[in-house]
T-cell receptor, first 110, second 113 residues
């Protein structure tokens, strides 16, 4: 049974810092991995999708890496802004469903 | 492109009552998912449809939860009777095909009192 763990559970940083969110999974036979953002009371917004054959994906200030063999992914946020404050969720896909971690609550202080 | 639409946004009911949620996926998306997100946890898959057929409902509490996707487009999720532990956000998502990028709706926040 796939288990997804996200560390840290919560993070508070001053504006402008670069930061890393971690995601680990127990079953490396994945199809892809997605990072989502969730604002309070809202649904999930897809940030990045990494196919199992890829090592990383970039979008603006976001960079996600995937090491399938070790069961790890990281989301790197450069030059953090208060608007980045949200819960960040990673999810692994075996081609039939997404299994989510519990998320990292990020607060960027101005 | 219109996103995944869900209604209602919020619902408060008493335990043992019934409730229904509606989802309209992105046009052309064959795969539709219902997830349950309890406060402080990640979403958990309840049921997955491919067109109008059920692909996975292994985590759906079938004694009280039911879902349908008639005509392979929009879908409804029903809870009857509701329990206190059903309080959660119910998220609908869709993807073009299984394994493609999933897009989520705003969710329905259910409170059972």
């Amino acid at each position: 049974k796939q288990e997804v763990t996200q560390i840290p559970a919560a993070l508070s940083v001053p504006e402008g810092e670069n930061l890393v969110l971690n995601c680990s999974f127990t079953d490396s036979a994945i199809y892809n991995l997605q990072w989502f953002r969730q604002d309070p009371g809202k649904g999930l917004t897809s940030l990045l999708l990494i196919q199992s054959s890829q090592r990383e994906q970039t979008s603006g200030r976001l960079n996600a890496s995937l090491d399938k063999s070790s069961g790890r992914s990281t989301l790197y946020i450069a030059a953090s802004q208060p608007g980045d404050s949200a819960t960040y969720l990673c999810a692994v896909d075996h081609g039939n469903k997404l299994v989510f971690g519990a998320g990292t609550i990020l607060r960027v202080k101005s | 492109e219109a996103g995944v639409a869900q209604s209602p946004r919020y619902k408060i009911i008493e335990k043992r009552q019934s409730v229904a949620f509606w989802c309209n996926p992105i046009s052309g998306h064959a795969t539709l998912y219902w997830y349950q997100q309890i406060l402080g946890q990640g979403p958990k898959l309840l049921i997955q449809f491919q067109n109008n057929g059920v692909v996975d409902d292994s985590q759906l509490p079938k004694d009280r939860f039911s879902a349908e996707r008639l005509k392979g487009v929009d879908s409804t999720l029903k809870i009857q009777p509701a329990k206190l532990e059903d309080s959660a956000v119910y998220l609908c998502a869709s993807s073009l095909l299984q394994g493609d990028e999933a897009f989520f709706g705003q969710g329905t926040r259910l409170t059972v009192v």
